[in-house]
Every structure is written in C-alpha cells, then in structure tokens.
T-cell receptor
Framework: ETGVTQSPTHLIKTRGQQVTLRCSSQSGHNTVSWYQQALGQGPQFIFQYYREEENGRGNFPPRFSGLQFPNYSSELNVNALELDDSALYLC??????????????FGPGTRLTVL | SQQGEEDPQALSIQEGENATMNCSYKTSINNLQWYRQNSGRGLVHLILIRSNEREKHSGRLRVTLDTSKKSSSLLITASRAADTASYFCATDGDTNAGKSTFGDGTTLTVKP
C-alpha cells in the first residue's frame, strides 16, 4: 500500500463524453503526476502539479486538463473522449520537485474504457 | 516516443533461476527507477539509482547503472512464482523530477 488512492477503479464512457478521475496523494506529498498507460505499453507522462500549479506537461492535447487542490489531491479531466483514450490512468505523488530524487508512489489506477 | 527500452520484451524462467532485464535510454538522466506491475494494476517502486551511483541492492534485487552506455540492468536472484509481473525502467532528467519517462517493460514469467 502506497497511501495513494484513485477513484473510480473502472469507468466506461462513450466517445465524445467527458470524464473526471480523482487522486488522493500520500500524506505529506505536494506533487502529483498523472500518467496514461495503454495496453501493452509503458506509462506516458501527462502532466504534473506542484502546490496547485501545473509544473510540466507531456505530449497530450489541451482536452486533457487537471487540477490540484489545497490538500494536494488532484483531478484529471478529459473532454471529448476518443476511442484511443481507453487506458489505465495512473497518478503518482512525491514530495518536492526540481532536482530532488525522492521516490514517487503510484496509486492503483483507473481503468477507462471508451466505447 | 519512449526514452527507455527494456530488453527482452518477455522472459520465462523456472523458479529458483535468476532473471536479468536490461534498460537503455537516450538522454542524460538524474536518476533511474525500476518498477513492478502486476496484471495491469498500479506500479510498485523497486529501486531508485542516482546518476552518480553504479550499483544498488535491495533484498534479491540488484540494479546496475552505466551512464557511459546509457543502460541499466535489473537482476532478480532466486526467482519465485510471485515475481511474475511486468518490470519497467523509468528515467528522470535534471529538472523534471517526477515527470518520468518509461520504457515498454519486460514481462517476466516464473514457472513453479
């Protein structure tokens, strides 16, 4: 158990809909990163939030957006869902940012299926 | 595109044997991490090795890092059926801690 929780566990949506995924970070962690993992592939970095501000973004379109709240929990929002958005969405939390090499801890993931 | 590439893509061994997985990456790094993933669930952190380190141990795990060759290896000794999982390496650059770049993993099967 890493202390990072995600909800929901599974989700089924149809193309064009919008979805919100949630992540609660481990106690004391102020940085949350989101990753998308397609079947048979490694996770791809979507974006990171540090102290409620976006702190870096991967190669994902603007319809992927996020929030971080004062308690450092986070949301990932995806608009206008496409079939290729079907994946496991993982969040990871860690303490600090920049050059620090603290370990990041992953949640169990949310499996999103887009029909 | 992914920075890291694991080799082999799949590995099948008998219980008790050693398993070695390799990872290559393309750009300079601050650290490299190895993770385990069971059945498409969350990633479990195994070891983090910094760019100025050459070898780290944790129980039955041994990780080496060769920054001149931009490669790392993960050795699992005396494997068990419970080690069956996918293993991923991930790298962080100098200024992107926590914005890790992953390879596509090695799927390890340990037969009892």
């Amino acid at each position: 158990e890493t202390g990072v929780t995600q909800s929901p566990t599974h989700l089924i949506k149809t193309r064009g809909q919008q979805v919100t995924l949630r992540c609660s970070s481990q106690s004391g962690h102020n940085t949350v990163s989101w990753y998308q993992q397609a079947l048979g592939q490694g996770p791809q970095f979507i974006f990171q939030y540090y102290r409620e501000e976006e702190n870096g973004r991967g190669n994902f379109p603007p319809r992927f957006s996020g929030l971080q709240f004062p308690n450092y929990s986070s949301e990932l929002n995806v608009n206008a869902l496409e079939l290729d958005d079907s994946a496991l969405y993982l969040c990871a939390s860690r303490s600090g940012t920049g050059r620090r090499t603290d370990t990041q801890y992953f949640g169990p993931g949310t499996r999103l299926t887009v029909l | 595109s992914q920075q890291g590439e694991e080799d082999p893509q799949a590995l099948s061994i008998q219980e008790g044997e050693n398993a070695t997985m390799n990872c290559s990456y393309k750009t300079s790094i601050n650290n490299l991490q190895w993770y385990r993933q069971n059945s498409g669930r969350g990633l479990v952190h195994l070891i983090l090795i910094r760019s100025n380190e050459r070898e780290k141990h944790s129980g039955r795990l041994r990780v080496t890092l060769d920054t001149s060759k931009k490669s790392s290896s993960l050795l699992i000794t005396a494997s068990r059926a419970a080690d069956t999982a996918s293993y991923f390496c991930a790298t962080d650059g100098d200024t992107n801690a926590g914005k890790s770049t992953f390879g596509d993993g090695t799927t390890l099967t340990v037969k009892p």
